[in-house]
């Protein structure tokens, strides 16, 4: 079964949906979420910020903080956050480390040095190395920016347990795989390894994932 197409659906899901259902594991999962939800989540600068703001606490503290970020700075912008001092971002709630990795993530953006409007152009690899010399910004997080933000196809996210914990299940009889072992098994499901990941995702949470 192809999932129908819905409001906000990237424009390859259905495509990607009929390669991927020749795996009989991709095929269950279709049939059994067939209302995709995977849409863009908002302009970069905004969608970066908030990821910092979440690391290391709970969904419950982070959006919290979110809001009284919001408060503070309602038209969040590199420009407005740059003029905000330590001191007032981190009577929000921010720690001192993340008042430093949102500054610095507004200075890349003030700079050009990370430029949205440059992103079509390039290639998931180097989208990535821009993101990850912010600092604060992993490898994780770049990835589900591709994902949720840039709804890019082919991304494979070794690191993520969910991923892990889903392909274990699914296909390896409960052996966790290491980064290397989960690339390698990824390749059957390129070009299309973000939907695949998507499905394996909702295997093991009944609620659509989002970032």
């Known amino acids: 079964m192809i999932p129908a197409d819905a409001p906000g659906q990237p424009a390859y899901w259905r495509?990607?949906?009929?390669?991927?259902?020749?795996?009989?594991?991709?095929?269950?999962?279709?049939?059994r979420y067939?209302?995709?939800?995977?849409s863009s989540r908002g302009e970069p600068f905004v969608t970066l910020v908030r990821a910092i703001v979440g690391q290391q606490i709970s969904t419950r503290a982070a959006d919290a903080v979110w809001a009284r970020l919001l408060a503070a700075v309602p038209q969040?912008?590199?420009?407005?956050?740059?003029?905000?001092?330590?001191?007032?971002?981190?009577?929000v709630g921010l720690s001192a480390r993340k008042v430093e990795y949102a500054h610095d993530l507004a200075r890349h953006f003030a700079e050009g040095r990370i430029d949205p409007a440059r992103f079509q152009a390039?290639?998931?690899?180097?989208?990535?190395?821009?993101?990850?010399?912010?600092?604060?910004?992993?490898?994780?997080?770049?990835?589900?920016?591709?994902?949720?933000?840039?709804?890019?196809?082919d991304v494979?996210?070794?690191?993520?347990?969910?991923l892990q914990r889903a392909v274990s299940r699914h296909y390896l009889a409960g052996d966790t795989p290491t980064?290397?072992?989960?690339?390698?098994?990824?390749?059957?499901?390129?070009?299309?390894?973000?939907?695949?990941?998507?499905?394996?995702?909702?295997s093991l949470d009944p609620e659509t994932v989002l970032y």
């Open 34 to 38: 067939p209302e995709a939800q995977l």
């Open 156 to 162: 494979w996210p070794v690191d993520d347990i969910g």
């Open 76 to 91: 969040l912008s590199p420009e407005a956050l740059l003029a905000h001092a330590p001191d007032a971002l981190r009577a």
């Open 122 to 153: 390039l290639d998931d690899e180097t989208l990535i190395a821009e993101l990850v010399a912010v600092r604060g910004i992993g490898r994780w997080t770049a990835e589900m920016f591709l994902i949720f933000n840039q709804l890019r196809a």
């Open 179 to 202: 980064p290397k072992a989960l690339r390698a098994f990824g390749q059957r499901f390129a070009p299309w390894r973000t939907v695949a990941t998507w499905y394996l995702w909702r």
């Open 15 to 31: 495509d990607a949906c009929a390669a991927l259902a020749a795996d009989p594991v991709m095929a269950q999962l279709m049939a």
